[in-house]
């Protein structure tokens, strides 16, 4: 069984769509990511959901609105596409707290977002 | 705050040669440090990682890599280069379980033959 899965992993669009991506984890872990990685492959934080609740939001423009309907999925939505979104997205999780040594985040595959 | 510097956004290195590629940080807070290695349209891979402990790590793969706190470095290191190491290479650092990782640009190794 896949750790963290993504869907999809692949998602052409025209610029103005609004899109989703979704993420499912089956690691029972409390905490979910959304990273962008850039074209020069540079990996950015974005969102972060400890429980249900969001932690960490980036200076990312409120056209990204992430969405947990429970501890195990972390659903992406992107409204008003641009050119500049294109970038591969992905999910990841970790324990908070744990046993000593339990801190390491599981990524997806990535979503490669192109907008056209 | 923490932040990641990786020097050298590529390294090249003859097969069977040593692989060495280098990682500073900079944390506020006690570091946890890691290594992830991503190959072409793939997804992120944990090679290893240092939270408490002995400062010396073994990862996957061969890799290992030693937490020198007077120096805020973390290099990963293999004794032998495979072509199958041919990847991008990332350093990570968050200051406790369940914190965002704050990476750095990156390092391409590429390994010939």
């Known amino acids: 069984d896949t750790a963290v899965s993504q869907t999809p992993k692949y998602l052409v669009t025209q610029m103005g769509n609004d899109k989703s991506i979704k993420c499912e984890q089956n690691?029972?872990?409390?905490?979910m990511y959304w990273y962008k990685q850039d074209s020069k492959k540079f990996l950015k934080i974005m969102f972060s959901?400890?429980?249900?609740?969001?932690?960490i939001n980036e200076t990312v423009p409120n056209r990204f609105s992430p969405k947990s309907p429970d501890k195990a999925h972390l659903n992406l939505h992107i409204n008003s596409l641009e050119l500049g979104d294109s970038a591969v997205y992905f999910c990841a999780s970790s324990p908070i707290g744990g046993r000593h040594g339990d801190t390491e985040a599981f990524f997806g595959q990535g979503t490669r977002l192109t907008v056209v | 705050a923490q932040s990641v510097t990786q020097l050298g956004s590529h390294v090249s290195v003859s097969e069977g040669a040593l692989v060495l590629l280098r990682c500073n940080y900079s944390?506020?807070?006690?570091?946890?440090l890691f290594w992830y290695v991503q190959y072409p349209n793939q997804g992120l891979q944990l090679l290893l990682k240092?939270?408490?402990?002995?400062?010396l790590v073994k990862g996957i793969n061969g890799f290992e890599a030693e937490f020198k706190k007077s120096e805020t470095s973390f290099h990963l290191t293999k004794p032998s280069a495979h072509m199958s190491d041919a990847a991008e290479y990332f350093c990570?650092?968050?200051?406790?379980?369940?914190?965002?990782?704050?990476f750095g640009k990156g390092t391409t190794l590429s390994v010939s033959s």
């Open positions: 959901y400890n429980n249900k609740e969001l932690i």
């Open positions: 690691l029972g872990h409390d905490t």
């Open positions: 240092y939270t408490t402990g002995a400062t």
């Open positions: 944390s506020s807070v006690p570091p946890y």
């Open positions: 990570a650092v968050s200051g406790q379980a369940g914190t965002a990782l704050i």
